[in-house]
């Protein structure tokens, strides 16, 4: 009896030993993810992004898991089976939703592309499309250029809306339509005639420049976008600063490392919760199979080196921002795989994401755009391989109830 006591003991001693020893190497793990915590001044290099005890491998998440959040869905153009519609932008300005894409002639960005746009009062219900801009000179229809990929015809692409000096502005770029880009590359500016109710050419807004999103202000009170060059798969992308006087007065700074580091692609950005710093998330087309981070300190005139973080991304255009509540949202294909589904994950300090819900998917889908109004998020994507405009209407408190198995 004796010597069964003893080994129960040394058995019990053991068990507590091996549990103790798990613990510490939970406590330890954890305790490296936390030291791995990004922060823009003292540690811009961390890689952590995405955190969550429902995921092992961010490359290996069943998307199909996901919980799904509620939508109310419309389709605001259909251009199948022989055109494309991409690149949409939405806008709350004088009552309305506003919206506005690229529509072009077979595949993207061909001659003859135009920018298109529509209104509705709930987001739901939406006008007959029509033209923002003309036909790029010598690009219509009726050119021998038109639908090809050529150095002969124009195109334009649509960049998004403005609010600026009291006006609502629609930026759209022009260039040559044989790559990406072309020498001629500027971005422009068109001016809402409320009296009229039309579009009226305002001015270049930059040389040799197209942005990924409209302007956003800085605490400082200037104004930042991103910037891509006709050559900026050589030299990497840009950030543009300024607008406090005029739309058309920018100072261009670099990111250095943008086409090193990664093949940055479709930059986007947003201010942190300290109201100072900066964050700027990077598409890689090197077919990394995640998203790249930088941060800046000084009002977007430099950046850190870009980083890959733990952020799935199926090489495709994605967007966000931050909530009236304080809380960040990015909706973007994070299936790296392929461009299914379109996904919506949930951060509280727009560094660091814990929650992830499913929004639609089932086929190719891509090029969200997001907008936060009277306790809704409105997403404007591109469906069915960009041949329509597609919307989704959620309700903020809908995020709410996502919880992660």
Not at 324 to 353: C, E, I
Not at 377 to 390: H, S, Y
């Amino acid at each position: 009896m004796k010597n069964l006591k003893g080994l129960i003991k040394l058995y019990f001693t053991a068990a507590n030993l091996a549990l103790f020893t798990v613990t510490l190497i939970f406590l330890g793990c954890k305790e490296n993810k936390t030291n791995d915590y990004p922060d823009p001044v003292t540690n811009p290099e961390s890689k952590l992004m995405l955190d969550g005890d429902w995921f092992q491998d961010p490359h290996e998440i069943n998307f199909d898991n996901l919980p799904k959040i509620p939508v109310a869905h419309t389709v605001v153009s259909d251009v199948t089976p022989d055109g494309v519609n991409q690149h949409n932008y939405l806008a709350f300005y004088d009552d309305q939703y506003w919206l506005m894409w690229s529509d072009g002639p077979g595949v993207e960005d061909r001659v003859g592309q135009v920018v298109k746009y529509s209104t509705s009062t709930d987001g739901l219900q939406w006008d007959k499309p029509k033209f923002l801009t003309i036909y790029p000179e010598g690009s219509g229809p009726e050119s021998p250029h038109y639908n090809t990929r050529t150095d002969q015809g124009l195109r334009w692409i649509s960049r998004g809306f403005w609010e600026y000096g009291g006006e609502f502005l629609a930026l759209a770029s022009l260039d040559e339509a044989a790559g990406f880009f072309g020498p001629s590359l500027s971005l422009h500016a068109f001016r809402w005639k409320k009296e009229s109710k039309s579009w009226e050419y305002h001015g270049v807004v930059m040389e040799n420049a197209i942005n990924n999103f409209p302007p956003k202000k800085l605490p400082t009170g200037e104004w930042l976008m991103s910037r891509r060059s006709y050559d900026y798969a050589e030299k990497g992308v840009d950030f543009m600063v300024g607008a406090e006087d005029n739309f058309d007065q920018w100072e261009v700074y670099p990111v250095f490392g943008s086409s090193t580091h990664l093949e940055a692609e479709e930059p986007y950005w947003w201010i942190l919760p300290d109201n100072k710093n900066l964050m700027a998330l990077f598409r890689d087309n090197r077919k990394s199979g995640f998203l790249y981070r930088s941060f800046s300190t000084d009002n977007g005139r430099s950046w850190s080196s870009p980083v890959q973080t733990n952020f799935p991304d199926a090489r495709s255009k994605f967007h966000g921002l931050q909530l009236q509540d304080g809380r960040y949202v990015l909706v973007s294909n994070s299936n790296y795989k392929k461009r299914d589904p379109l996904t919506l994950a949930l951060s509280d300090d727009g560094m660091v994401f814990t929650k992830m819900g499913y929004l639609v998917g089932g086929r190719h889908i891509d090029y969200p755009h997001v907008l936060e109004h009277d306790g809704h998020l409105l997403i404007a994507f591109a469906g069915d391989a960009k041949q329509k405009i597609e919307v989704l209407k959620v309700k903020v408190s809908d995020l709410d109830k996502i919880t992660m198995d």
